[in-house]
T-cell receptor
């Protein structure tokens, strides 16, 4: 069973605050993803990576940075958080391109006041 | 760009009812199509996929058939149970890249 672990599970910050969401996968998967989930919009891709040091731009990247430090670890950075970034964030991993079988973590709820 | 449209935002049924959730897509090329399910408090889980026209994907009693002519991949189940209550996402994966594009999701509530 694929394992993707996110931290923190809940985070509250203020406008302009600095937030880092962490994700670790222990399945030797090449691809990792960050999605945000909002009612009415479903899941929207922020950034993704196909290996350590690699970063690809997703569909809604504005206001977010990401870094893949190792094959296991993928971080999402919000350097000047805004209320519009209040959302449920999911990390996911997959073995390779186009398999379509993503393994998701349990989510990180971020509230920006 | 690629997009996925799920017609129903919410569906409410009784146990043993027939389920249909409509999914239509717009994409260049020949995308693979997917269904994911998300239970409360969890991340989405892969349900099944289809990669070719007329291919049927299925899992746990759910099924969908890839229809290139109507650009659709509708989810169906003959007899739903209360435990099927969840949010269902249709998605496409284009060969041009490694990312999935998800629809807006459909919340299914099944009454006992």
């Amino acid at each position: 069973e694929a394992a993707v672990t996110q931290s923190p599970r809940n985070k509250v910050t203020v406008t302009g605050g600095n937030v880092t969401l962490s994700c670790r996968q222990t399945n030797s998967h090449n691809y990792m993803y960050w999605y945000r989930q909002d009612t009415g919009h479903g899941l929207r891709l922020i950034h993704y990576s196909y290996g350590a040091g690699n970063l690809q731009i997703g569909d809604v990247p504005d206001g977010y940075k990401a870094t893949r430090t190792t094959q296991e670890d993928f971080f999402l950075l919000l350097e000047l958080a805004s209320p519009s970034q209040t959302s449920l964030y999911f990390c996911a991993s997959s073995l390779g391109a186009n398999t379509g079988q993503l393994y998701f973590g349990e989510g990180s709820k971020l509230t920006v006041l | 760009g690629d997009s996925v449209t799920q017609t129903e935002g919410q569906v409410a049924l009784s146990e043993e009812d027939f389920l249909t959730i409509h999914c239509n897509y717009s994409a260049s090329g020949y995308p693979a199509l997917f269904w994911y399910v998300q239970y409360p408090g969890e991340g989405p889980q892969f349900l099944f996929r289809a990669s070719r026209d007329k291919e049927k994907g299925s899992s746990r009693g759910f099924e969908a058939t890839y229809d290139k002519g109507t650009t659709s991949f509708h989810l169906r189940k003959a007899s739903v149970q209360e435990s099927d209550s969840a949010v269902y996402y249709c998605a496409l994966g284009n060969n041009a890249g490694a990312k999935l594009t998800f629809g807006g999701g459909t919340r299914l509530t099944v009454r006992p």
